[in-house]
């Protein structure tokens, strides 16, 4: 069972709408976007070159600079009558970027929200607890909007207020709680302190997304709110949550729907197609979007697609859950590492909490690594001790010895209660 047919459609039929959407879309950017007319003459194209899906690696990328250089509205294609909503992403330098809806565009964003819950094991009579920050994050609205379509009920909590949130799962009994994963870490902190046991109450699901989590942070989510932890994967420039999500029958990638976002994987530096399997770089192109079509958009996302039929039906390709950004890579002392692979480690021991910080610094020329770990609130080993296993651990594992490791007490690291968790700090 899927919420639209088209999801578990035989893979000709999903490749014809796309075919025709792809066509729309090209001639929409074209025809009203200077833009995209400039990039496409640039580069000796018309709409007419576009015909099929196969055609579209001769079209040129978009990246998040376009969206800097024509802000706030140069990639608009539609007058400001037709405009019904505007969003912005939610970037730490410079200006956001401002993405704007049709009501058009609202309907199929809402109905892929409601697809992805749908996906998640979630339908009419269940209640789903937003905890996404409401305003210009597309996650408030975009994930309400979607309960609303499926037939579910929303609660528009918001992100923060974390008692009250405790407080809601218990007298409301929600099914469902839709936030970052590191909320949810840190509800469960909460809940442990208000003495509340969240694996004693209703709730069977979390919805999370909008920053990266590692298996061993799923399973400890999983573990201390006793449910299905389910990632959703979105942003702002494409549409909001609702690209893809992760099926509670399967749980093996997320699906991505196709027929409203065409994925490709390149790579990171040379922007070369990669073949089904090897990871790189995720590449989106809107579909059906009539306000900001964007075509070969770079996410920054590092991931894999997956063809071939899923156990839930569903035929759409699947994406791996993302761990890291090519932009997050960090070099230090000419050694290359991805914060997730210092997570993984670090999550490998039963002794230390799944929160971390990384600092990165230069003294006297040279970059310094300082990680910063907190123990579990059971802990009552050796301090020494466990510190000694985690930097052999980090040593094999990242070849690389961080010159401080700090294990903190418990709690001793900050916990981020709206918006996206921060976990590199570079000082350099
Ligand atoms: O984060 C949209 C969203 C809201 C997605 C709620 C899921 C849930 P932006 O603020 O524009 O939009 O940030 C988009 O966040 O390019 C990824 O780097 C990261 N991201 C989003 N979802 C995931 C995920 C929203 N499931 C950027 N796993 C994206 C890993 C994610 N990273």
Redesign the pocket.
Known sequence: MAYQAIETAPRSELRECQNERLQETVRNAYENVDHYREALEDAGLTPDDIETVDDITKLPFTTKEDFRDEYPDGLFAVDNEDIVRIHA???TTGKP?IVSYTQNDVDVWSDAVARCLEAAGLGAGDTVQNA?GYGL???GL??HYGVEELGATVIPIGGGNTQRQVEMLEDLGSDAI?C??SYALYLAETADDMGVDIKDLPLRVV???????TDPMREAIEERLGVKGI???????IV?????IECAEAQEG?HIHEDRFYPEVVDPETGEPLPEGEEGELVLTTLSKEALPVLRYR???LTTLSSGECECGRTTIRMD???G?SDDLVIIRGVNFYPSEVEDVVLEFDEVAPHYRIDLDRVNNLDTLEITIECEHDFEGDREELRDRVLTRLQNVLSFTPDTLTIEEPGGIERTEVG?VKRVYDHR
């Open positions: 992403s939610s970037g970027k996404y994050f597309t996650g975009g994930l839709a970052t994963p919805i999370f997304g909008a920053e990266p989590c990632d959703i994967y979105g942003l702002s420039e909001g949550p609702g690209v893809s997320l996410t920054g996302d859950n993302v761990t950004r996206k």
